[in-house]
Antibody, heavy 117, light 113 residues
Framework: EVQLAESGGGLAQPGGSLRLSCAVS????????MSWVRQAPGKGLEWVAN????????YYVDSVKGRFTISRDNAKNSLYLQMNSLTGEDTAIYYC??????????WGQGTLVTVSS | QSALTQPASVSGSPGQTITISCTGT?????????VSWYQQHPGKAPKLIIS???NRPSGVSDRFSGSRSGNTASLTISGLQAEDEAHYYC?????????????FGGGTRLTVL
């Protein structure tokens, strides 16, 4: 069974930066698209970004374009999300998710990002 | 792209059948078969329970089923059990030509009475 472990969340100031990581195991990481999905406290799910198997293509939700960068290291079975110019609206649990056949298959437990002064 | 529309809450008694609707537009649910449903228990990560409108992943109970009519997708849970009490989210692909590839519904809280 695939294992996903997010890290890197925490408290950031408005305008600050954080880098999230996701270590993936028991999975052919390099063969699948990967996504980040977030959930603000008490709210619903929001797709944030995804990245192609070889990292050559990325897509983002409008609200994070130009501020967030998704990347991956297939040699390390790892997914990343660099988040810059953070605002309070970025406060959420960020889930690392495997993405295949047009669905979000497996989810990590998430890492909480809080943006506050 | 606006979020898909789901009822905020539904409820049912053990053994009953309930249906959760998810309304989109001709640009998402009405256009693509890539509609999925996720179950989320409090404090837990979401879990895929239906993909491509009506496909049930291995290991998911056959009490869960999905369907679509026009711009509305539906999740039906039959033989309701206490463990089904959770939030349920629908999701649809919107196409690579749009600004947001994937949109979710606002979520429905299912209460088992």
């Amino acid at each position: 069974e695939v294992q996903l472990a997010e890290s890197g969340g925490g408290l950031a100031q408005p305008g600050g930066s954080l880098r999230l990581s996701c270590a993936v195991s028991e999975f052919t990481f390099s063969a699948y698209w990967m996504s980040w999905v977030r959930q603000a406290p008490g709210k619903g799910l929001e797709w944030v970004a995804n990245i192609k198997e070889d990292g050559s293509l990325q897509y983002y939700v409008d609200s994070v374009k130009g501020r967030f960068t998704i990347s991956r290291d297939n040699a390390k079975n790892s997914l990343y999300l660099q988040m810059n110019s953070l605002t309070g609206e970025d406060t959420a649990i960020y889930y690392c998710v495997t993405h295949s056949n047009w669905r979000f298959d497996s989810w990590g437990q998430g890492t909480l990002v809080t943006v506050s002064s | 792209q606006s979020a898909l529309t789901q009822p905020a809450s539904v409820s049912g008694s053990p053994g009953q059948t309930i249906t959760i609707s998810c309304t989109g537009t001709t640009s998402d649910i009405g256009r693509f078969i890539y509609v999925s449903w996720y179950q989320q228990h409090p404090g837990k990560a979401p879990k895929l329970i239906i993909s491509e409108v009506s496909n049930r992943p291995s290991g998911v109970s056959d009490r869960f089923s999905g369907s679509r009519s026009g711009n509305t997708a539906s999740l039906t849970i039959s033989g309701l059990q206490a463990e089904d009490e959770a939030h349920y989210y629908c999701c649809s692909y919107t196409g690579s030509g749009t600004s947001t590839l994937w949109i979710f519904g606002g979520g429905t809280r299912l209460t088992v009475l």
